[in-house]
C-alpha cells in the first residue's frame, strides 16, 4: 500500500513563476493537509481539503496561494509569482477521515523541496 | 491559542544513554499530543500519539511519552539510545473543530554519539 506520493520532490522557480505541487493521498483517504516548514522552524499549518471542498484555509497566505483537490486527480497547492521567502519544503499530509472522529493520524509524504531563485 | 514549546533545539547523547526530549503545551481543551520523527529529506513519522485515557503511551522504536496534564508536558523518553535514532523530533498538538490542525513545535534535533 503505497504512502502518501508528492512530486516533485524538488523544484526550482525564478522569481515571479509559478509553483505548482502535487499530493496523491494514501488509498481510501479522503482528507488532505499542506504544511510548510521554513529552515530552522517547525512544520506550519497551511489547508485542510476534503474532495472538492476546502474546510480550514486559515494558515494560507491571504495572496498568490491556492489548493484544490478535486473529485478525480491529486491535491494541487500553487503558488502564484512566487518569491525568495517561499523557499520551503512543502509537505502533504492525509487520513481517512477527520483525525478527532476516529482518532487517526496524518500520515505525512515525503514533502517537496521548493528553492526559489 | 494552542501553542507547542520544545526544550532545546539540540540535544546529544551517547549511544546507550537516556534520552528525554522535552515537550510543552497550552491548550483551552483537552489536547491530543502527538510526537512525529523526521530523518534527513524524508516527510514526518508518527512515533506515538496521546488521545485520551492511559497517560503513559508507547510508541514505536522504544519510545514513550507521558501526559501530564498539571504541567502541561509530554515529554518523549527512550531508556537506551541508538545510533539510528539520530534525527529530528517534532511535538504537535491537535487543534481545530475536527482536530484537523496539527501545531508544531520548533523540532529538537537529537545527536547520538558513538
Known amino acids: 500500500n503505497a504512502g502518501v506520493m508528492q512530486n516533485p520532490r524538488h523544484l526550482v522557480r525564478r522569481r515571479g513563476q509559478e509553483a505548482r505541487l502535487r499530493c496523491s493521498p494514501m488509498?481510501?483517504?479522503?482528507?488532505v493537509y499542506w504544511y510548510r516548514q521554513l529552515p530552522e522552524e517547525g512544520l506550519k499549518f497551511m489547508v485542510y481539503l476534503q474532495k472538492e471542498n476546502i474546510i480550514d484555509e486559515s494558515g494560507m497566505p491571504k495572496e498568490r496561494f491556492s489548493a484544490e483537490f478535486p473529485k478525480e486527480g491529486p491535491s494541487i497547492l500553487r503558488i502564484q509569482q512566487v518569491v525568495r521567502g517561499d523557499s520551503a519544503a512543502y509537505f502533504c499530509?492525509?487520513?481517512?477521515?477527520?483525525?478527532?472522529?476516529?482518532?487517526?493520524?496524518?500520515?505525512f509524504g515525503p514533502g517537496t523541496r521548493l528553492t526559489v531563485l | 491559542a494552542q501553542s507547542v514549546t520544545q526544550l532545546g533545539s539540540h540535544v546529544s547523547v551517547s549511544e546507550g544513554a537516556l534520552v528525554l526530549l522535552r515537550c510543552n503545551y497550552s491548550?483551552?481543551?483537552?489536547?491530543?499530543l502527538f510526537w512525529y520523527v523526521q530523518y534527513p529529506n524524508q516527510g514526518l513519522q508518527l512515533l506515538l500519539k496521546y488521545t485520551t485515557g492511559a497517560t503513559l503511551v508507547k510508541g514505536i522504536n522504544g519510545f514513550e511519552a507521558e501526559f501530564k496534564k498539571s504541567e502541561t508536558s509530554f515529554h518523549l523518553t527512550k531508556p537506551s539510545a541508538h545510533m539510528s535514532d539520530a534525527a529530528e523530533y517534532f511535538c504537535?498538538?491537535?487543534?481545530?473543530?475536527?482536530?484537523?490542525?496539527?501545531?508544531f513545535g520548533a523540532g529538537t534535533i537529537l545527536r547520538v554519539k558513538s
Open positions: 491548550s483551552s481543551v483537552p489536547p491530543y
Open positions: 488509498k481510501g483517504h479522503s482528507h
Open positions: 499530509a492525509s487520513s481517512p477521515q477527520a483525525v478527532l472522529i476516529t482518532y487517526n493520524e496524518q500520515f
Open positions: 504537535a498538538v491537535s487543534v481545530g473543530e475536527y482536530g484537523n490542525k496539527l501545531v
